[in-house]
């Protein structure tokens, strides 16, 4: 599917926000791509994906935020985060994996309308970088982060849920928490990964999960 180099996909949880958003881009006389309601929406139509993607900072599934962005940006394209910041190490992650903007929905409609309207002509939001204490790969976020998670999924039953065997997770969690080890972050059990994970943005805590009412 052919998108125009301003069009913007919207990546939201609720149907509301998301039809608020893309009313508010269109009359300003923005073009929107496709308005999805899950990560697993957007995944499926990677094809048709727009040179700038809004993603809602707390979809709830099996991708963490900071991949999220990293996908983005490794398909061509240019993330912009919404949500509030209850965790900076959470924006710092996203802002170096390639977000233009982390946007609060606390600020006004017509407020992210112009921020997305900045990024569009080239805006960037200027912040130091924030390099993690490990440099983890894309499967080792996302298996770390899920076990990790607030949910405490076992390795067996993440790799039914991930499609892979158990003993690959094992290996995923292992070289992970090598890493953190190198950098001599203690990570020995969940709860230590989980604050390893969450200092350096790649993993959304539960304080925040909480602060936003999603659980």
């Known amino acids: ?18 039809h608020a958003l893309v009313d508010a881009l269109h009359a300003v ?3 929107t791509g496709m308005l999805l309601y899950s990560w697993t929406d957007l995944v499926t139509r990677l094809d048709g994906i727009s040179p700038y993607v809004v993603v809602d900072a707390y979809l709830d599934d099996h991708v963490p935020l900071s991949l999220k962005v990293r996908a983005i940006t490794q398909l061509s394209s240019c993330a912009v985060v919404l949500g509030n910041i209850h965790q900076q190490s959470a924006a710092d992650r996203a802002y170096d994996e390639g977000a233009a903007d982390w946007i609060e929905p606390r600020d006004s409609l017509d407020d992210a309308v112009r921020r997305i309207a900045a990024v ?27 076990y990790a998670s607030r949910r405490s999924i076992s390795a067996r039953t993440l790799g039914r849920y991930l499609g892979i065997t158990e003993q690959t997770v094992h290996t995923h969690l292992k070289s992970g928490r090598a890493k953190y080890r190198k950098a001599n972050v203690a ?5 230590s990964l989980a604050e390893a994970l ?9 304080e925040a999960w909480q602060a936003e009412h999603r659980w």
């Open 1 to 18: 599917m052919q998108r125009q180099a301003s069009s913007v996909d919207v990546v939201h949880s609720s149907p509301i926000i998301g």
């Open 29 to 31: 006389g923005m073009t």
């Open 120 to 146: 569009l002509n080239g805006a960037r939001r200027r912040v130091r970088e924030h390099p993690p204490n490990a440099h983890l790969t894309d499967r080792e976020i996302q298996i770390l982060c899920l």
């Open 187 to 191: 990570v020995s059990n969940r709860h």
């Open 198 to 206: 969450v200092a350096d943005g790649y993993l959304i805590g539960p």
